[in-house]
T-cell receptor, first 112, second 118 residues
Framework: QKEVEQNSGPLSVPEGAIASLNCTYSDRGSQSFFWYRQYSGKSPELIMSIYSNGDKEDGRFTAQLNKASQYVSLLIRDSQPSDSATYLCAVGLTGGGNKLTFGTGTQLKVEL | GAVVSQHPSWVICKSGTSVKIECRSLDFQATTMFWYRQFPKQSLMLMATSNEGSKATYEQGVEKDKFLINHASLTLSTLTVTSAHPEDSSFYIC??????????????FGPGTRLLVL
């Protein structure tokens, strides 16, 4: 079982719609959760971090964390073509020595 | 804030040569930096954790004698790919942790170095 799982996609949404990206993790003691965006050929860029259950909003982005279900999601409102990228979920594992474990990423395509 | 740079951004070298990649935290001090490798269409794979003033910690399957890491200061870590071969061609990305910010686990990535070994 992979430690951090994401659907590889591609997830296609029309411009202006809400994109919902999901991630599950296996270590119940995980404490820190991150969403990164990676454009093709570029390095990852931090979008959101979340540490406690519930929602965290930043502009068009909302991260949701449910530790009981071991589930973290990212909602992108009013999706734009520039949001088309691969979104990486990263989890800080208990006793991981400061390391993050990344999912394989979900490719998002926002269509005109 | 939290800017990480890498140099060079791309490099082409002959098989058997060594290549050094630098990772710098520009506006913060980083006691811990990380080196990742990413092959096309694949996710990030952590190679090693670089700790200032001590030996790097390598992930399983990563040859420490081939991938030399030096973290000599709080703002600089280097990765040297020794005796590079075509299979080492990849996108090498470093990241650094900024403990001064809320959520010290946050890693900020450099722009990456694309290595092509001929």
């Amino acid at each position: 079982q992979k430690e951090v799982e994401q659907n590889s996609g591609p997830l296609s949404v029309p411009e202006g719609a809400i994109a919902s990206l999901n991630c599950t993790y296996s270590d119940r003691g995980s404490q820190s959760f991150f969403w990164y965006r990676q454009y093709s050929g570029k390095s990852p860029e931090l979008i959101m971090s979340i540490y406690s259950n519930g929602d965290k909003e930043d502009g068009r982005f909302t991260a949701q964390l449910n530790k009981a279900s071991q589930y973290v999601s990212l909602l992108i409102r009013d999706s734009q073509p520039s949001d088309s990228a691969t979104y990486l979920c990263a989890v800080g594992l208990t006793g991981g020595g400061n390391k993050l474990t990344f999912g394989t990423g979900t490719q998002l395509k926002v269509e005109l | 804030g939290a800017v990480v740079s890498q140099h060079p951004s791309w490099v082409i070298c002959k098989s058997g040569t060594s290549v050094k990649i630098e990772c710098r935290s520009l506006d913060f001090q980083a006691t811990t930096m990380f080196w990742y490798r990413q092959f096309p269409k694949q996710s990030l794979m952590l190679m090693a954790t670089s700790n200032e003033g001590s030996k790097a910690t390598y992930e399983q399957g990563v040859e420490k004698d081939k991938f030399l890491i030096n973290h000599a200061s709080l703002t600089l870590s280097t990765l040297t790919v020794t005796s590079a071969h075509p299979e080492d061609s990849s996108f090498y990305i470093c990241s650094a942790r900024d403990f001064s910010r809320t959520g010290g686990e946050t890693q900020y990535f450099g722009p990456g170095t694309r290595l092509l070994v001929l």
